[in-house]
């Protein structure tokens, strides 16, 4: 069947950037990489800011959850692909979809790219179910600005977008060659999506028997 791809990597960074939230986040953090001590002083400020981004994320995750369930992507499975908060909104939209005890027939693919998403007290295993075909988190060990803006995550619960993802039938990929920073992604996306191969075979999610 043909799947729709949907790519809310530019569309929700660019969105924010408008309303100041992520340009004001990314600011704070360029100029604290130069002087350390800058950056400590500043984290109060990032949290407030990076706290809102996270807030209007999940709710354009609940958003795309009820678009696709309202059908408005026609009778076919969709690919969903998501760069940073976009990976977030993806994420909550399929957390969404659990809890309706929604079919995996509605999302075929997704491909989360240095998601700001907790490893630990997070439903992975629901998310995964709500994908019927390949389910991906991209990683880069280098990302440093991921880490510091969601740093108290990070120290307690581990964050998708550094490290893998220990959930069977979640396919690891490690970008951290072609990753040298957050904004990396934004010109390594295409080579990442073309190295993952998505629209060769791949068979059906089974929860039980599906292993990497």
């Known amino acids: 069947m043909i799947s729709i791809l949907l790519l809310f990597a530019l569309g929700i960074a660019m969105e924010l950037m408008k309303h100041g939230a992520m340009m004001t986040v990314m600011s704070a953090l360029l100029t604290a990489l130069a002087w350390p001590a800058t950056l400590l002083a500043a984290t109060d400020f990032i949290d407030s800011t990076w706290t809102i981004a996270i ?103 581990g964050l998708a977008g550094i490290q893998p993802v220990d959930i069977p039938g979640i396919q690891n990929v490690d970008v951290t060659d ?3 920073g957050h904004s990396s992604y934004l010109w390594a996306t295409q080579k990442i999506l073309d190295q993952l191969e998505l629209d060769s075979y791949y068979p059906v999610y089974n929860s039980i028997l599906c292993h990497f």
């Open 55 to 157: 807030d209007r994320s999940d709710k354009a995750g609940k958003l795309l959850a009820e678009v696709l369930l309202g059908g408005l992507q026609g009778n076919r499975p969709v690919t969903l692909v998501g760069y940073s908060l976009g990976a977030r909104v993806i994420y909550k939209c399929l957390e969404c979809l659990a809890e309706t005890e929604s079919s995996a027939e509605l999302i075929e693919r997704v491909v989360l790219l240095g998601a700001p998403i907790p490893i630990k007290d997070e439903n992975w295993e629901a998310a995964r179910e709500m994908v019927s075909g390949r389910f991906v988190n991209a990683y880069s060990r280098n990302d440093w600005m991921l880490g510091v803006a969601f740093r108290a995550s990070l120290l307690s619960q």
């Open 178 to 180: 072609l990753i040298d």
